[in-house]
């Protein structure tokens, strides 16, 4: 019994006449469900089918609430909304359809986190993602679980960059460009092989997850930080600031260090230490001259030497912390 309770997720196709044309519409079902505050117009239907076909005529109709028992059984709602986790009320009369035609922009998602949003069941893995006003489709890998550290699922992976490689060097291209780089190692999800998803271009978030991995272990921190892209902030190359603070920059290397002062974090940061997003630090009372960091798209040329890592931790010269580092990572650039 508890089980029929339980919202119950899947697909009809409704077609119907239009005109001279055939309309598609497609309708996502969640039973026991009911969308409160929404109703643009009622009516009564025989069937779950009958009032979907309303809502494809109404202009403005996204989803209905159709009654399946009781009084006013039959009762067919036609809301101007669609329903998300905040706004659902379990209601055992009701099933609610959501509109998934043309005229949705969620069918279209460019975040996993949209499409988290319309399909609870989404497990992790690879799933088609578009930029708004585009018919271009690009795959990504989509983490739809917990990350610890980072919060709830519908997670878009963006990049992962190997620290002892120059790929993902401050200079580098990539930062700069539409192009991807790697997509079947991206593809693979969480894995230690770099790549650069389209998702750097057309995803918009409001929560950056970023994870480094060294001597065996991950770890991971949170930026809440609102973009139309991660290309938006990264390829101009201008500074944007980050209030994640310096304990969480340096909780993603365990025995990380650090110098006391300048103490500057976000994205397009270049002094003598670049770094496309992290925190630079100095032993001297400003950012010139800084000799150590933890970030994505290192480029280091201080305190007489030039490490060939691109993503970690790296501490020279004085006043350093927790003694001098060279750390390179593995590291992960994910949004939600
Ligand atoms: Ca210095």
Not at 15 to 33: D, I, N, T, Y
Request: glycine share 8%.
């Amino acid at each position: 019994m508890k089980k029929m309770l339980l919202v119950l997720l899947h697909f009809f196709f409704v077609l119907l006449k239009s005109g001279l044309s055939m309309e598609q519409a497609l309708f996502h079902r969640q039973v026991a469900k009911y969308l409160p505050n929404s109703v643009i117009a009622t009516t009564f239907a025989e069937s779950e089918l009958e009032c979907s076909v309303s809502c494809t005529r109404r202009k403005g109709c996204l989803s209905v609430n159709y009654k399946v028992k009781g009084l006013d059984q039959g009762l067919c709602e036609l809301n101007n909304q669609k329903i998300s986790k905040e706004v659902a009320v379990s209601n055992a009369d009701f099933v609610y359809l959501g509109a998934r035609g043309l005229k949705d922009e969620i069918s279209k998602p460019n975040s996993c986190r949209e499409l988290l949003d319309d399909h609870r069941h989404l497990h992790n893995g690879i799933y088609d993602i578009q930029p708004k006003n585009s018919s271009q489709k690009y795959p990504v890998y989509c983490h739809m679980t917990e990350i610890p550290g980072c919060g709830a699922g519908g997670w878009t992976l963006v990049m992962k960059t190997n620290g002892n490689l120059m790929t993902f060097t401050y200079d580098s291209v990539y930062w700069k460009n539409k192009e991807s780089y790697a997509v079947e190692d991206g593809l693979a999800g969480l894995t230690e092989k770099e790549s650069k998803l389209a998702s750097y271009w057309i995803t918009p978030f409001k929560k950056i997850c970023l994870g480094m991995t060294a001597n065996g272990e991950t770890k991971w921190m949170t930026l809440d930080y609102e973009a139309s892209s991660l290309y938006n902030l990264i390829a101009d190359e201008s500074h944007r600031r980050t209030t994640a603070g310096r304990t969480a920059w340096k909780s993603l290397i365990a025995g990380s260090s650090l110098q006391p002062y300048c103490n500057k974090e976000g994205f397009g940061i270049s002094y003598g230490v670049k770094l496309r997003l992290g925190y630079l630090a100095n032993n001297q009372n400003s950012c010139s001259q800084s000799d150590s960091c933890i970030g994505f798209g290192i480029s280091y040329d201080a305190c007489y030497i030039k490490p060939n890592i691109t993503c970690g931790n790296i501490a020279q010269c004085s006043h350093t912390d927790n003694g001098k580092k060279l750390t390179a990572a593995f590291g992960y650039i994910l949004v939600h």
